[in-house]
């Protein structure tokens, strides 16, 4: 049996009311003093909306929260409007006189039914107040002899916390080619810096690598002028002279082979750098015999 919009069985008697603004509450109420039961839902934790926020109100400059508050009580107190507050509308099924609507309420830290407005709640939040842990345990970093002597050489030369990290990583580097991870958790402990700020560290600046690279870092310029002049066939050159690929190290650990945007020495493209050697103005065939320099 298919039932017509008009029989009384298929109206509900309760209205749903979007927005406790005070736009909302007007409305809630006079549906809640004509004899509909009313659902006010307001996705902010409390009714008022941002009325509250007012000084005056255009245009009989009366004062917002003395038009606001009187609205407030009586949405509040009335019987006959339940107010869903801190929730959000997420689909709206059926026809005009009886939807179906599914309502996502959000979690409170404070049952509202038992808030007496101590204020409490406020001096105790979690959010506010950083709560206190103890520290993890972290292991003892254990090294060589010889590392341990010479990362801790490369500290004692930078006093201060993590203003002087930069230089230590920038010495590390210079003395292992790289930063191996054992050596950045000897920093980490000795200067209390937290490891994850370390990383962060090394990871953003393109001079620190926490893989191993070789003896020797072959860098070639592949910026504009470079470019045009030639620089992709000797990259392609050296990878075919090292057998690696760009971004890899040699399996002797010899040479490392990198690309980058820019050297700064335009007019001298195509230009290669190895290690803090430059060489400008190269062919493939000329920047290959450079490698043999290094080979030795």
């Not at 609507?101 to 001096?123: F, L, Y």
């Not at 958790?185 to 200067?191: G, H, P």
């Not at 470019?227 to 002279?241: N, Q, T």
């Amino acid at each position: 049996m298919i039932k017509k919009a008009s029989d009384k069985s298929d109206k509900v008697g309760a209205v749903l009311v979007v927005g406790a603004g005070v736009g909302g509450m007007q409305a809630s109420l006079d549906l809640a003093e004509s004899g509909y039961k009313v659902y006010l839902v307001e996705k902010g934790p409390s009714i008022g909306g941002v009325m509250a926020q007012l000084d005056k109100t255009f245009p009989t400059n009366d004062c917002a929260m003395c038009t606001l508050a009187p609205r407030m009580v009586d949405c509040g107190g009335h019987l006959n409007i339940e107010k869903l507050t801190y929730s959000e509308i997420e689909s709206i099924e059926g026809r005009a006189g009886n939807f179906k609507v599914s309502i996502r309420k959000k979690a409170r830290s404070v049952d509202p039914d038992k808030c007496t407005g101590c204020g409490e709640c406020v001096t105790q939040c979690l959010v506010k107040n950083i709560v206190y842990l103890e520290p993890p345990d972290v292991p003892k970093v254990e090294l060589e002899a010889d590392e341990q002597t010479k990362i801790d050489e490369i500290i004692s030369r930078y006093e201060g916390g993590r203003e002087s990290l930069v230089p230590i990583l920038q010495a590390i580097t210079n003395e292992f080619n790289w930063l191996p991870q054992k050596l950045l958790m000897r920093v980490s402990e000795v200067k209390e810096i937290p490891i994850e700020h370390i990383l962060r560290i090394a990871t953003f600046y393109k001079a620190f690598s926490l893989e191993p690279r070789g003896e020797h870092i072959v860098t070639v310029c592949m910026g504009t002028a470079c470019h045009v002049k030639g620089a992709p066939r000797i990259l392609e050159r050296f990878e075919r002279e090292l057998g690696v690929k760009t971004g890899q190290t040699t399996s002797d650990m010899k040479f490392t082979l990198e690309a980058v945007r820019c050297i700064g020495c335009c007019g001298l493209s195509p230009v290669i750098t190895i290690g803090e050697d430059l060489y400008g103005k190269l062919t493939p065939a000329e920047a290959a015999k450079i490698l043999d320099k290094y080979r030795d």
